[in-house]
């Protein structure tokens, strides 16, 4: 069976709200997207944080 080609990964902001998606391993850096933030109802920066 071949390997998974994307790695599943979870998108956290500073208020603790979080989305998930998924990224190609190879790359060097971890994401940093900004998206929209349910709690405090703005646009923040979201890191690449492990799924547990």
């Known amino acids: ?3 998974a080609k994307c790695v599943k ?3 956290v902001s ?5 989305y998930t998606t998924t990224k190609n391993p ?3 850096h971890k994401l940093k997207l900004r998206k929209f933030d349910k ?4 646009h ?3 890191e690449e944080k492990k799924i547990k």
């Open 1 to 3: 069976m071949a390997k």
């Open 9 to 11: 990964v979870k998108l």
């Open 14 to 18: 500073e208020s603790g709200d979080f």
């Open 26 to 28: 190879k790359l060097p």
């Open 39 to 42: 709690k405090t109802r703005k």
């Open 44 to 46: 923040e920066l979201f």
